[in-house]
């Protein structure tokens, strides 16, 4: 009995040792191969993962090109709509209400603009008279009438309305001139203007003007009636008759000056007249004669003047401020004209005097001469004909005379016009001042007209301001 259970023992050992020998070794190659497996499935599962992002990276523009169109969410974007609507009309609805506001306010606006545009034409309709009589006045001063020569009244037609009448007395030369360029003035501001002879009427709705011009008198020396006598000789008939002159109310001479004094004066608006153009020339004094180009006498005055010995300017037309309403004449420079056509102006003006000049000056001319760049323009072509120019000085604002310098021309200014108001003891009075100042100030360049009552007044003045050591002397003189 206790054999066997030995044996049974020994036996059962074995086969334990054995079953677990086979059991280990089989367990070790079971778990390497699951080892195995689950590799392979991870590397299969982990390839897969990466094949279908990268497929659906691939695809993913495709299916959002594909889903818009698929989609058919009709009942939602019409829910949308009309939860949208709703806002959108209350919206409509404010915004046509501020249309109409807007509406309102500009025709609001519009309202009191025409109310202020009425007041402003009402307060106009008084303003209208003043500026229309600043034209005139100013077309005046363009042709150089002084205020003193123009006379205005204010008087009441039969109808009760106020006419303002202007008397103006210039000389005949300036006359046609004078008239022309009013009647086109108040053309151009709308009157109805009826012209005959030396006299204007130009009326409208809202005034009246009456202008009329008249020649200065003549008469420089009045005579006294003189007892009849019988002198012996002529010489005493002479001196009876020149003791007899009486003179008008004549200014008073200027003192003798302790040394003498230098004055020049040029004559403007030659080549009107030739029998004024012979009376000028056959003064002993050396005044200085401007001549017009293109005017009937042009030539033959700058002639005359020549084989007197006189100084010979051409007198420049140029536009005045109250151009257009004044003509300036033929061969003036207007404004915006281009510096070829000015060349071929300044070329006529001096080819038709006829002879070769000293110098020119400006006439009228104060809308060019206060422009810089067209005094430049003027200058430059001018300079092949002549170096010396003297600058009229027909507005206070003239730029001429700097121009003049920077060109290195010689250069002079009108210090004093002595003939703007047209009677003889005006001019005289004037001449007389031109001397004064000439003591006073320094030699001075002054500007007259050829003109009956100029020269009336030229041949009175000149010797009796000799013999106070006043001296006339030529314009390029005093030209520098």
Do not use: W
Request: aromatic share 4%; with cysteine; glycine share 6%.
């Amino acid at each position: 009995m206790a054999a066997r259970q030995t044996n049974k023992r020994t036996s059962g050992k074995k086969t334990t040792t054995r079953r677990k020998s086979y059991k280990s070794k089989s367990g070790s190659k079971g778990m390497f191969l699951g080892l195995g497996l689950i590799a392979l499935l991870i590397g299969l599962i982990s390839i897969s993962i990466m094949t279908i992002s990268g497929s659906k990276g691939s695809k993913e523009p495709e299916q959002i090109v594909k889903i818009i169109p698929a989609e058919k969410p009709e009942e939602k974007k019409q829910d949308e709509k009309k939860v949208v609507a709703v806002p959108k009309k209350e919206e409509q609805k404010q915004k046509a209400e501020k249309r109409k506001e807007e509406k309102q306010k500009e025709e609001q606006k519009v309202v009191k603009k025409e109310e202020k545009q009425e007041k402003k034409e009402s307060k106009k309709e008084k303003v209208v008279e003043e500026n229309i009589s600043d034209l005139i006045r100013l077309v005046l001063y363009d042709h150089e009438i002084s205020r003193s020569s123009v006379k205005e009244t204010i008087k009441k037609n039969s109808q009760g309305k106020e006419v303002l009448n202007f008397d103006i007395t210039c000389d005949e030369n300036m006359q046609k001139g004078v008239t022309s360029a009013i009647s086109s003035l108040l053309r151009k501001k709308g009157y109805t203007v009826k012209q005959s002879g030396k006299e204007i009427a130009a009326f409208s709705k809202k005034d009246e003007y009456n202008i009329t011009l008249k020649s200065p008198i003549k008469e420089v020396v009045k005579k006294e009636e003189v007892k009849k006598v019988e002198p012996k000789k002529e010489e005493e008939k002479k001196q009876v008759a020149e003791t007899k002159k009486v003179q008008p109310n004549y200014p008073p001479l200027p003192s003798p000056a302790k040394k003498q004094v230098k004055f020049a004066i040029l004559l403007d608006d030659g080549g009107n007249s030739i029998e004024l153009a012979k009376e000028f020339a056959a003064i002993k004094y050396p005044v200085g004669i401007a001549i017009l180009p293109h005017l009937e006498h042009t030539k033959q005055t700058a002639q005359i003047a020549k084989e007197a010995g006189k100084v010979v300017f051409l007198h420049f037309p140029m536009a005045p401020k109250s151009y257009p309403n004044t003509d300036p004449g033929k061969g003036a420079v207007l404004p915006n004209m281009p510096q070829l056509i000015i060349n071929g102006i300044v070329k006529e003006n001096f080819e038709n005097i006829g002879v070769q000049v000293d110098g020119f000056n400006n006439h009228m001319g104060s809308g060019i001469t206060e422009d810089a760049v067209k005094m430049q323009q003027i200058l430059l072509a001018s300079k092949q004909y002549t170096n010396r120019f003297v600058d009229s000085r027909t507005t206070a604002a003239t730029q001429a005379f700097t121009e003049c310098k920077k060109a290195g021309y010689r250069c002079g200014e009108n210090r004093l016009f002595i003939d703007n108001d047209n009677s003889v003891e005006a001019i005289l009075a004037k001449i007389y001042e031109a001397a004064e100042k000439s003591r006073d100030e320094g030699s001075i360049i002054a500007i007259g007209h050829i003109r009956p009552n100029t020269l009336q007044a030229l041949k009175i003045a000149l010797p009796e301001l000799e013999k106070r050591n006043y001296k006339l002397v030529s314009v390029t003189s005093l030209t520098n």
